[in-house]
C-alpha cells in the first residue's frame, strides 16, 4: 500500500528507515495533476530503484503569474489512485505552510542559465523552482531524482544545483512523452479547450518540419520560418522561439556554434502556456 507522506518529519522518517535497510530510493518531484509522462518517470524509477517516492506539492514560489497558480490544475485524490496503480511507494503531499513556515529567502544564481529563455519570460521563476528541488531532495534524500527533458531549462537548472552545492543525488534526465498526435505531455494541457486541443499537435508538426529544414538553411531562415508558421495558426501565440546550444543553452547563430543544437519554443493559446522543445542538428561523430 503507498504511504501518504505530509509532514517533513514523516518524510524523513520513512527517508532514515529506507537508508537503514539499504534501499535505494528513487525520487520524482511534481506538481501533481499527474499524466503518462509523469508515470514515465515513476516507472524508470521503480526500474532502477528499491522505491518510488513522489512528491506532489504546487510551489507557490516558482510561479511568476498568480493567475497560473491559481489556475494550476489540482487532482490529488487521482493522482494517488495513478500513483498505486503504477506501484509508487510513498508520496510526499506537504502543504505550503509545511514547505515555507518562513517566507523563503534563499537566492540562485546560474550565470546565463536561469537568465535565458524560460529565465527572461517568468522572472524569479528557477529561483523558486531551485528553492523547492532542494528542500525537496534535503527532506526526501534520493539516491536518483527523475526529470523529463520537457522541460529542458529546468533539468540544466538542476544539474547546475546538483553540480554546484554536491547534493548527493544523481540527476537522471527522461525523454519527452507525447501524445499520439504529438503534442508534449502537460498538466496544463487538460486546461485546452476542445478545439485549442485540436490546434496544440500544431506546435510539433512545426518543430519537426524546422528540423527537416534545418538541414540546409541557415539558423536565422529556419527561427524566421517557425515564428512565421506558428503566429498563421489561429489563436496560437509564440512567446519565444530560440535556436541554442543543448549544452549552454546560449543562443546560436551558425550551426557550428554547437555539438548539438536544439530548438525551443513556447506557444500561448486560450491561455495556457504550452511549452517544446526538438534537437535540430548535431554534429556528425568524429571516426
Ligand atoms: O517540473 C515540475 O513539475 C516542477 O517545476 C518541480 C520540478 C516539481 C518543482 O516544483
Same mark, same amino acid.
Given at each position: 500500500?503507498?504511504?501518504?507522506?505530509?509532514?517533513?518529519?514523516?518524510?524523513?522518517?520513512?527517508?532514515?528507515?529506507?537508508?537503514?535497510?539499504?534501499?535505494?530510493?528513487?525520487?520524482?518531484?511534481?506538481?501533481?495533476?499527474?499524466?503518462?509522462?509523469?508515470?514515465?518517470?515513476?516507472?524508470?524509477?521503480?526500474?532502477?530503484?528499491?522505491?518510488?517516492?513522489?512528491?506532489?506539492?504546487?510551489?507557490?514560489?516558482q510561479f511568476n503569474n498568480p493567475i497560473d497558480l491559481e489556475k494550476y490544475p489540482r487532482?490529488?485524490?487521482?493522482?494517488?489512485?495513478?500513483?498505486?496503480?503504477?506501484?509508487?511507494?510513498?508520496?510526499?503531499?506537504?502543504?505550503?505552510?509545511?514547505?515555507?513556515?518562513?517566507?523563503?529567502?534563499?537566492?540562485?544564481?546560474?550565470?546565463?542559465? =536561469?537568465?535565458?529563455? !524560460?529565465?527572461?519570460?517568468?522572472? +524569479?521563476?528557477?529561483?523558486?523552482?531551485?528553492?523547492? *528541488? %532542494?528542500?525537496?531532495?534535503?527532506?526526501?534524500q534520493p539516491h536518483r531524482a527523475y526529470f523529463g527533458e520537457k522541460d529542458y531549462q529546468?533539468?540544466?537548472?538542476?544539474?547546475?544545483?546538483?553540480?554546484?552545492?554536491?547534493?548527493?543525488?544523481?540527476?537522471?534526465?527522461?525523454?519527452?512523452?507525447?501524445?499520439?498526435?504529438?503534442?508534449?505531455?502537460?498538466?496544463?494541457?487538460?486546461?485546452l479547450s476542445a478545439s485549442d486541443r485540436s490546434k496544440a499537435p500544431e506546435i510539433y508538426?512545426?518543430?519537426?518540419?524546422?528540423?527537416?529544414?534545418?538541414?540546409?538553411?541557415?539558423?536565422?531562415?529556419?527561427?524566421?520560418?517557425?515564428?512565421?508558421?506558428?503566429?498563421?495558426?489561429?489563436?496560437?501565440?509564440?512567446?519565444?522561439?530560440?535556436?541554442?546550444?543543448?549544452?549552454?543553452?546560449?543562443?546560436? =547563430?551558425?550551426?557550428? !556554434?554547437?555539438?548539438?543544437?536544439? +530548438?525551443?519554443?513556447?506557444?500561448?493559446?486560450?491561455? *495556457? %502556456?504550452?511549452?517544446?522543445?526538438?534537437?535540430?542538428?548535431?554534429?556528425?561523430?568524429?571516426?
Amino acid at each position: 500500500m503507498i504511504k501518504i507522506l505530509t509532514t517533513r518529519a514523516e518524510a524523513a522518517e520513512f527517508a532514515a528507515s529506507a537508508r537503514f535497510s539499504g534501499k535505494k530510493m528513487g525520487f520524482v518531484p511534481t506538481m501533481g495533476a499527474l499524466h503518462q509522462g509523469h508515470l514515465s518517470l515513476v516507472s524508470r524509477a521503480l526500474e532502477e530503484n528499491d522505491l518510488c517516492v513522489v512528491s506532489i506539492f504546487v510551489n507557490p514560489i516558482q510561479f511568476n503569474n498568480p493567475i497560473d497558480l491559481e489556475k494550476y490544475p489540482r487532482t490529488p485524490e487521482r493522482d494517488i489512485q495513478m500513483l498505486i496503480n503504477a506501484g509508487c511507494h510513498a508520496v510526499f503531499m506537504p502543504t505550503v505552510q509545511e514547505m515555507y513556515p518562513e517566507p523563503a529567502t534563499e537566492t540562485y544564481d546560474f550565470g546565463h542559465l =536561469d537568465k535565458v529563455m !524560460e529565465g527572461a519570460f517568468r522572472p +524569479g521563476h528557477f529561483n523558486g523552482v531551485a528553492v523547492v *528541488v %532542494r528542500r525537496l531532495f534535503e527532506i526526501v534524500q534520493p539516491h536518483r531524482a527523475y526529470f523529463g527533458e520537457k522541460d529542458y531549462q529546468q533539468l540544466a537548472i538542476i544539474r547546475e544545483l546538483v553540480s554546484k552545492y554536491q547534493l548527493p543525488v544523481e540527476v537522471i534526465p527522461c525523454p519527452i512523452v507525447r501524445e499520439a498526435d504529438g503534442l508534449a505531455m502537460s498538466s496544463r494541457n487538460m486546461r485546452l479547450s476542445a478545439s485549442d486541443r485540436s490546434k496544440a499537435p500544431e506546435i510539433y508538426r512545426i518543430l519537426k518540419a524546422a528540423r527537416e529544414i534545418a538541414k540546409d538553411h541557415d539558423v536565422a531562415t529556419v527561427k524566421e520560418w517557425v515564428l512565421k508558421s506558428l503566429k498563421s495558426i489561429d489563436g496560437f501565440e509564440p512567446e519565444y522561439f530560440e535556436i541554442a546550444s543543448a549544452e549552454s543553452l546560449l543562443p546560436i =547563430d551558425h550551426w557550428d !556554434e554547437a555539438e548539438v543544437v536544439m +530548438g525551443f519554443v513556447v506557444v500561448w493559446l486560450g491561455g *495556457v %502556456r504550452l511549452i517544446d522543445n526538438i534537437e535540430l542538428r548535431r554534429k556528425p561523430s568524429k571516426p
